[in-house]
């Protein structure tokens, strides 16, 4: 099988990583970053990183006072790690909506750390209606809170990634009780275990930019397994089965 798998940033407009908003919504947090977070060296691990990424999102969203506040689920998230955060480190969170389409908004986190951690992110995601699980519109009671910081930008909801390579190498994949959630699919920070499982391997060190898509759900029902692929530029890894991807990640040093 063939296709890209490094992001072109020039296409794609889900990636930008837009600024701080001058006006509109922005909604603050901080998280301490304890042992559960933490590597062997004492590093910010990328899971721990999507946990705190998706819960800022969803006490956002609560706090907001929209109706189905949890109705969203992440196509995509791009994490730019500037300086990764360290154990015991008070890392603080600033999330804002950095551009919508008809059914999904792109999400800006910014985390900066008082010990210098610095990591940048973007996140699209889609919402569904609760009940039937399927994707729905974006009503006007979004755009009357999150519009303003928006600024009016449009995203599109595409994935970038391309299939795994014929040479790519293969790796069991057990999935776990402990990797699902309430709505009964592997929770998105489970993904990210695969990136730290495999990233010792690649050598990868310094200012890293890393992406994670998702095309389908996974589920109990299914058996996936990992294809790695692992070059001078960067990593890549899919999560598949016999019918196709579920999610993939790459991962590649920055200038």
Same mark, same amino acid.
């Given at each position: 099988?063939?296709?890209?798998?490094?992001?072109?940033?020039?296409?794609?407009?889900?990636?930008? @990583?837009?600024?701080?908003?001058?006006?509109?919504?922005?909604?603050?947090?901080?998280?301490?970053?304890?042992?559960?977070?933490?590597?062997?060296?004492?590093?910010?691990?990328?899971?721990?990183?999507?946990?705190?990424?998706?819960?800022? $999102? /969803?006490?956002?969203?609560?706090?907001?006072? &929209?109706?189905d506040a949890l109705g969203?689920?992440?196509?995509?998230?791009?994490?730019?790690?500037?300086?990764?955060?360290?154990? /015991?480190?008070?890392?603080?969170?600033?999330?804002?909506?950095?551009?919508? !389409?008809?059914?999904?908004?792109?999400?800006?986190?910014?985390?900066?750390?008082?010990?210098?951690?610095?990591?940048?992110?973007? $996140? *699209?995601?889609?919402?569904?209606? @609760?009940?039937?699980?399927?994707?729905r519109a974006l009503g =006007? =009671?979004? &755009?009357?809170?999150?519009?303003?910081?928006?600024?009016?930008?449009?995203?599109? $909801?595409? *994935?970038?990634?391309?299939?795994?390579? !014929?040479?790519?190498?293969?790796?069991?994949?057990?999935?776990?009780?402990?990797?699902?959630?309430?709505?009964?699919?592997?929770? /998105?920070?489970?993904?990210?275990?695969?990136?730290?499982?495999? *990233?010792?391997?690649?050598? *990868?060190?310094?200012?890293?930019? &890393?992406?994670?898509?998702?095309?389908? !759900? &996974?589920?109990?029902?299914? /058996?996936?397994?990992?294809?790695?692929?692992?070059?001078? =530029?960067? $990593?890549?890894?899919?999560?598949?089965?016999?019918?196709?991807?579920?999610?993939?990640?790459?991962?590649?040093?920055?200038?």
């Open positions: 099988m063939g296709g890209s798998t490094v992001l072109s940033v020039s296409e794609a407009d889900d990636a930008v @990583l837009v600024p701080l908003p001058e006006s509109g919504r922005v909604y603050r947090d901080a998280r301490r970053v304890r042992l559960g977070d933490s590597s062997p060296g004492g590093r910010l691990r990328y899971d721990a990183v999507a946990r705190y990424l998706q819960d800022i $999102a /969803n006490d956002d969203a609560v706090d907001s006072g &929209l109706t969203w689920v992440v196509r995509r998230t791009v994490v730019e790690v500037h300086q990764p955060g360290v154990f /015991n480190e008070m890392m603080h969170l600033a999330t804002f909506c950095g551009g919508t !389409g008809r059914g999904w908004a792109q999400r800006r986190t910014s985390i900066a750390g008082d010990r210098g951690g610095h990591v940048e992110c973007v $996140a *699209l995601w889609v919402q569904i209606d @609760l009940e039937t699980g399927r994707p =006007d =009671d979004f &755009l009357s809170v999150y519009g303003e910081a928006s600024g009016g930008r449009k995203v599109r $909801a595409r *994935l970038h990634h391309g299939d795994p390579p !014929g040479d790519a190498v293969t790796f069991a994949w057990p999935v776990r009780f402990a990797d699902f959630d309430v709505f009964n699919h592997v929770n /998105n920070a489970a993904y990210w275990e695969l990136v730290e499982e495999h *990233l010792a391997g690649s050598g *990868l060190r310094g200012p890293i930019r &890393l992406e994670m898509e998702h095309r389908r !759900g &996974l589920e109990r029902s299914h /058996n996936a397994e990992v294809r790695s692929h692992v070059s001078e =530029d960067g $990593a890549a890894w899919w999560l598949v089965d016999d019918d196709g991807v579920f999610s993939s990640a790459t991962i590649r040093r920055m200038s």
